[in-house]
């Protein structure tokens, strides 16, 4: 086990050491890694698997059931469109198809100057400021494309 983690980053190897080899730990496991590194690499889940002696597809498979991971690295800059009830009524297909438009990106990716990512969401909790596009941890309520479009400017 120590050759294991010992060629590995030291942020995931300090993770890793600091739970046991025990499955109920994989969740735990990717949301620190998540947080330090902002996403899964394919060598850290590679390093969860041999961990915690499971296979790669079983980490895979735990991991993109839940919507919290990513697998690539995110943008500097994270857009999230909401496309709840009430931000889909309003329009919020409109928004992410001007970011699109305005970066070349869909839902998922992220830029190749990796400046932004962007993101669909299920829901806010805002309705009542439909639609929501979140930007950096910022909510931003009553959207509207052209509003989106200088917000992507004002943060190049």
């Known amino acids: ?14 993770i890793l050491n600091s ?15 998540q947080d330090r590194e902002a996403y899964l690499s394919a060598e850290a889940v590679g390093r969860v698997a041999d961990y915690l002696k499971l296979s790669e597809n079983d980490v895979y498979g735990v ?18 469109v909401c496309d709840g009830t009430a931000c889909h009524v ?3 297909r409109l928004i992410v ?3 699109t438009r305005k970066i070349g990106i869909s ?13 669909q969401v299920a829901c806010f ?8 596009v979140v930007l950096d941890e910022k909510v931003y ?12 400017e004002g943060s190049k």
């Open 63 to 80: 991991a993109t059931f839940y919507a919290q991971f990513r697998f690539h690295p995110p943008g500097r800059h994270h857009i999230k």
């Open 125 to 132: 909790g805002s309705c009542a400021l439909a639609p929501v």
């Open 97 to 99: 198809e001007a970011v």
């Open 107 to 119: 839902p998922g990716e992220t830029s190749l100057n990796r400046d932004f990512s962007l993101e």
């Open 1 to 14: 086990m120590v050759e294991l983690i010992s060629s590995i980053e030291p942020s995931v190897r300090e």
């Open 90 to 92: 309003r329009g919020s």
């Open 19 to 33: 739970h046991s080899q025990a499955r109920e730990n994989l969740i735990p496991i990717l949301q620190e890694i």
């Open 141 to 152: 309520g009553r959207m509207t494309t052209r509003k989106m479009q200088k917000l992507i």
